[in-house]
């Protein structure tokens, strides 16, 4: 079994990026991102936080913006206008989720499909059904194509079978697998909630994808013997030989999974060091794509 280590295959992203930057220092340009974080919600802190420390870390312009959970929407949208106006920054990212009183839909609308580097713009997901390669890709999505890319794992052909339909990773992932090129043309297949007899049709996986948001979900009798597996899930649960009390675990039984599979994503050091470093390629793209370079 191989294990599929995000850490490393995005240090060859952030390698990239790296190139990227010192060829836009050379004609003046500085990818600048804004990251906005409404309320106060522990695990969107430690996101925002994380994405805000590797901007900085790179040399990308960070800009962190923090707000009460009791902002109106008027006013955060006055804060995306802001942003989208500040020649200063090429990539705007809201955290989600945000409070039940505020529109996600109508705040990611606002955002200049040109500085939407978390790709969910309708714009954007336009250009991913028409396979349009101009527009930004969802980061978790574009991440866990790229860990298949870079670990040689055929596509083309294979049978993608997704677990979950959400814009930000199943439905995203879905297209870009099914859309021509690298680490696409795959025969895709999305299951989610409604699905009948989810083990049947996730057995005829070449490649199965994890992004339901519930700790080990997908077990031994879900996996075809010698399948690819992406575990996408993030979710804390209680462990009292965990130092914290708590750990991280995947939507994915790794210990179950892992004895039969051909290669696994571990969670953590798998999907989530991918998304971030999806977000910089992003970033740095959409200056690139400004400075028309
Ligand atoms: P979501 O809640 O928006 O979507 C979950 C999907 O799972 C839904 O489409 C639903 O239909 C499906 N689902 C729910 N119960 C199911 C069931 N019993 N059987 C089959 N399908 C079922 O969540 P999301 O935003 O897509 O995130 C999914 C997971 O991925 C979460 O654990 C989240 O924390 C994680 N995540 C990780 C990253 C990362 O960087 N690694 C990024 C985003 C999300």
């Keep these: 079994m191989k294990l599929i280590e995000g850490a490393s295959i995005a240090e060859i992203v ?10 836009l220092k050379e004609t003046g340009h500085q990818p600048g991102l804004a990251v906005v974080l409404v309320g106060d919600d522990p695990a ?13 870390e790179l040399g990308l312009h960070s800009v962190k913006i923090e707000k009460p959970a009791s902002i109106s929407q008027e ?3 006055a804060v995306i206008d802001q942003l989208n106006a500040d020649p200063a920054i090429h990539g705007i990212l809201v955290q989600m989720p945000l409070p039940r009183h505020l529109s996600s839909d109508e705040v990611i609308r606002r955002i200049d499909p040109a ?11 336009g250009k991913l059904v028409m396979g349009d390669p101009s527009g930004f890709v969802p980061c978790t999505p574009a991440g866990c194509q790229r860990m298949l890319i870079e670990s040689g794992i055929e596509t083309a052909g294979k049978h993608v079978v997704i677990v979950g339909r ?32 989810l083990a049947a049709i996730t057995r005829t996986a070449d490649i199965l994808v994890g992004a339901v948001g519930i700790p080990h979900y997908l077990g031994r009798d879900h996996v075809r013997e010698g ?38 994503t571990p969670v953590p050091g798998g999907v989530g060091k991918m998304t971030i470093a999806m977000l910089m390629a992003n970033t740095v793209r959409a200056c690139r794509q400004r400075a028309k370079i």
Excluded: Q, W
Aim: with cysteine; hydrophobic share 45%.
């Design 227 to 264: 399948a690819v597996v992406i575990d996408v899930g993030i979710n804390r649960i209680v462990d009292a030989s965990a130092k914290k009390g708590t750990r991280l675990v995947g939507d994915v039984d790794f210990d179950a999974v892992s004895e039969r599979c051909a290669a696994i």
């Design 44 to 56: 969107s802190k430690a996101y925002v936080g994380a994405k805000d420390r590797k901007s900085r």
């Design 115 to 125: 500085k939407d580097v978390d790709g969910l713009h309708p714009v954007n997901l």
């Design 166 to 197: 959400s814009l930000l990773v199943g439905k995203s992932l879905a297209l870009l697998m099914a859309n021509k090129g690298n680490g696409g043309d795959a025969t895709v297949t999305i299951a989610h909630s409604r699905t009948v007899d």
């Design 14 to 23: 952030y390698r990239e990026c790296l190139a990227s930057l010192a060829e």
């Design 75 to 77: 006013e955060l949208l």
